[in-house]
């Protein structure tokens, strides 16, 4: 790939230096989207919330703001249900131009530590850029740490067929921002910022 000189920016976020990638896209028609954890898997704890349930929250909050733009929807749970992680990544398997979204709330034992991240599959160029314009867009009406798109080696970006992404919507150990994502205001926000995000990617790709 040849870069251009807008194609990175450097900027500056509360203190740390941010990678932000603009470049290409992709045409996609319909969004996979996962609510991480469910069932017997509860995910992160953090001060009477827990990671499952916010995860299906927010997931319902971007399913509806992308079939009000036409774009079509699966998910791979709609209910408080386990789900394998190859079964996840096989919701998208039989779909063309498809793109995996994967929803998550972080955890950490500094409890100091907050902000949003978004992860891809190392190696995965479409993946980096679906990344990075996503991330681009998580907190620019909130006020919270941008900790950037990195590579993550996470099974079920593995497993799936298709460009995928997984987002940390924030860390629920830091009492502050669980408390923020406790608040439905704050849902919202992030899932329509998370859906600009995609929709910025999918315009490029046109």
């Excluded at 209910?79 to 990544?89: F, M, N, P, Q």
């Excluded at 998208?92 to 902000?115: E, K």
């Excluded at 608040?183 to 995000?197: D, L, P, S, T």
């Amino acid at each position: 790939m040849r870069w251009s000189l807008p194609s990175i920016l450097l900027i500056i976020v509360t203190g740390s230096l941010v990678t932000v990638m603009v470049h290409g896209g992709e045409v996609f028609n319909k969004v996979v989207i996962d609510p991480g954890h469910g069932g017997k898997d509860p995910g992160s704890i953090g001060f009477g919330l827990v990671e499952k349930e916010l995860t299906l929250d927010i997931a319902k909050r971007i399913e509806k703001l992308l079939v009000g733009k036409g774009i079509e929807v699966e998910m791979t749970r709609r209910e408080d249900v386990y789900v394998e992680l190859a079964d996840r990544s096989a919701v998208a398997a039989n779909s063309p131009d498809t793109i995996l979204l994967s929803l998550h709330f972080n955890a950490h034992a500094d409890r100091s530590i907050s902000g949003t991240e978004t992860l891809y599959w190392p190696g995965s160029e479409k993946g980096r850029e679906l990344a990075s314009y996503v991330q681009s867009e998580l907190g620019r009406r909130l006020v919270t740490r941008n900790r950037g798109f990195r590579p993550e080696r996470l099974k079920v970006l593995e497993l799936a067929p298709v460009t995928g992404i997984l987002v940390e919507c924030g860390f629920l150990t830091n009492r502050w921002e669980c408390q923020r994502c406790g608040a439905e205001w704050f849902r919202q926000i992030v899932a329509e910022e998370i859906v600009q995000g995609l929709l910025r990617y999918r315009e490029a790709g046109q």
